[in-house]
């Protein structure tokens, strides 16, 4: 039987929740969305939470919150997926790509400086992986060139650095798809400190409007449904004890793989707290594991196979780049099952196996 890479927990108090907003014939964006809201908002200790329909629209929303548009430049990594570059395209803007860090997967803080120009207008960083990035210099670079902060938060729900939650840096986007930490199984939340993106988001996100059939101007309908909202609120509830199982999960992979020569385990950033959204190894002979994988029904996935600036969409809007640390874990990162949901027989097996296979070289 596989032992799956993702697998969303969806128990009764979810499905009571459920018919519980079916049966008040409120379904539209409520009273759950807002309470949703409020409950996010107050466990990740910002003002402001704004629910929308996905974690790419959040960073659409974001984008036109802070006004980025046509003619400016987003430095990004082009170590993710592709959501995070191409909401500035959505917008107008130009995504600028920086290498990352080999240890983290995140973006390189020393990259971003070297590419800043007259024309950047915001950074949009992503804590890859479960792990934030070094977010603390970043925002420190922000503020000295008066650029705007985006969080790419959405694989990283309740990560910290230095005992602050991801989002208390800049505006936020979160991802609630159903692999995630947690899920609305579509849906998305923006956080911030600002009042007026506060406000400007919320408006975009409901046809330009703040009152019924008055709009202001050209908006969207990225709304969250109270359903999603209702899965959201009993979801959030069970996020720290989800997490901790998946750092205990990561901790018995590490300890049974980090003496097996030839690859390399995850590293943890210092005062950082991993959500482990993925376990990612890196394995030169990537490829021939993940074959052997497949077929002794181990899960895994390859986030990512390909740099965001070699995609064929960023091809031809003219992109040429080649950067080290980047097209490196492409060649050689490997997630392996983490999820909650794992049993300790499942996770032996996963040691079993990636413990016997072959074509493994002798060093990293």
Known sequence: MMIPIAKPIIEEDERAAILEVLESGQMAQGPKVKAFEEAFASKFDVPYAIAISSGTAALHIAMLAHGIGLGDEVLTTPFSFVASANAALFVGAKPVFCDIEPDYYTIDPREIEVRITPLTKAIVVVHLYGQACDVDTISQIAQEHGLILIEDAAQAHGATLNDLPVGSWGT?????????????????????????????????????????????????????????????????????????????????????????????????????????????????????????????????????????????????????????????????????????????????????????????????
């Not at 046809?207 to 009993?234: C, F």
């Not at 995609?311 to 097209?327: I, S």
């Not at 983490?338 to 060093?363: N, W």
Request: glycine share 6%.
């Open 172 to 364: 936020a986007c979160y991802s609630f798809y159903p692999t995630k930490n947690m899920t609305t199984i579509e849906g998305g939340m923006i956080t911030t400190h600002d009042p007026k993106i506060a406000d400007r988001a919320r408006m975009l996100r409901n046809h330009g409007s703040r009152e019924r059939y008055v709009h202001e101007s050209l908006g969207y309908n990225l709304r969250m449904t109270d359903i999603q909202a209702a899965i959201g609120l009993v979801q959030l509830s069970k996020l720290d004890g989800w997490n901790k199982q998946r750092r205990a999960n990561a901790e018995f992979l590490t300890e049974h793989l980090s003496q097996l020569p030839g690859i390399r385990i995850p590293q943890v950033r210092p005062n950082a707290t991993h959500v482990f959204h993925q376990y990612t190894i890196r394995i030169e002979t990537r490829d021939v594991v993940a074959e052997q994988l497949r077929e002794q029904g181990i899960g895994f996935g390859i986030h990512y196979p390909i740099p965001l600036y070699a995609q064929p969409l960023y091809r031809e809007l003219g992109y040429v780049a080649t950067l080290q640390e980047t097209e490196a874990a492409c060649r050689e990162v490997l997630s392996l099952p983490v999820h909650p949901a794992l049993s300790r027989e499942d996770l032996q097996q996963i040691v079993s196996v990636v413990s016997s296979l072959e074509g493994i070289p002798l060093s990293l």
